[in-house]
């Protein structure tokens, strides 16, 4: 019997996170859900993960400081024994506003969950995952944003910068560690329906949208799931658009 493949959704317990951790579970990956403060939505993910047939862990970390990091992964060791597919979806949006409006701990914190620790997360995956390092190979995917492209002028240049910085990142480190066993890729959003997003929001912004709607978290789940799965198995370095054609 093939052991099941295990995947480690980071920011799981909530919105694109909670939609990716259950569909994993669907398709056969024992799921790791981490999360920095709601431990009690994370676990109401884990009991749909288990309701699913697979096994969950819940772990509290904050993926900007590297203690939590490592302590994160090695629970990942010690439960499950593996790790083929690292989902780095924790991030924050930060306060609505122009940069000459935000304070530098804003801007640092931002990044710092942002940028820092998506390579930090992805630092302690390739150490396990990567064939140079006694590894069986894996998928690293990273969770862009529409924002990226657009640039978030008078509203949220910081955020559209940190999420910019993690398309760099995963043209880099796909090339980095690609004779190595590991693919790397991003999903990148656009208006997705979910809690985080004001009230309104999404019905304000649908006629700006080609497809006329915002999206399903759903939908961004489907497109993470597909670049983790060996049908992606000759794509690296890419960015897939989940944005309705925005």
């Known amino acids: 019997m093939t052991e099941p493949k295990v995947m480690l959704v980071t920011g799981g317990s ?33 009991t749909k993960v288990r309701a699913s047939g697979r096994r969950a862990l819940v772990v509290q970390a904050d993926v900007s400081k590297g203690p939590d990091v490592v302590r994160m ?36 914190s931002m990044l710092a969950t942002n940028v820092a620790g998506p390579l930090l997360c992805s630092r302690e995956a390739i150490l396990r995952m990567s064939t140079l390092h006694g590894g069986r190979g894996g998928a690293i995917v990273n969770l862009s944003s529409a924002a990226a492209r657009i640039g978030g002028a008078g509203r949220n240049v910081h955020y559209a910068t940190s999420k910019g910085a993690i ?31 004001p009230p ?23 497109a993470v799931m597909w670049l983790a799965s060996d049908a992606a198995s000759y794509v690296t370095g890419t960015v897939v658009d989940v944005t309705g054609g925005r």
């Open 200 to 222: 309104g929001r999404v019905a304000e912004l649908a006629p700006t949208i080609p497809m006329r709607r915002g999206g399903l978290a759903s939908e961004v789940a489907e």
């Open 167 to 197: 398309d760099v990142m995963i043209l880099g480190l796909a090339r980095e560690v690609a004779a190595e066993g590991i693919r790397v890729n991003a999903v990148r959003p656009g208006v997705i329906d979910t809690d985080s997003q």
């Open 73 to 108: 992964f090695n629970q990942v060791d010690g439960h499950f024994g593996r790790l083929d597919v690292l989902v780095n979806n924790a991030g924050v949006s930060g306060r609505k506003g122009r940069v000459d409006a935000l304070d530098e701990s804003e801007i640092m």
């Open 14 to 46: 909530r919105g694109l996170g909670a939609s990716i951790a259950e569909l994993a579970a669907i398709r056969g990956y024992d799921v790791c859900i981490s999360c920095r403060h709601d431990i009690a939505r994370a676990d109401e993910v884990a």
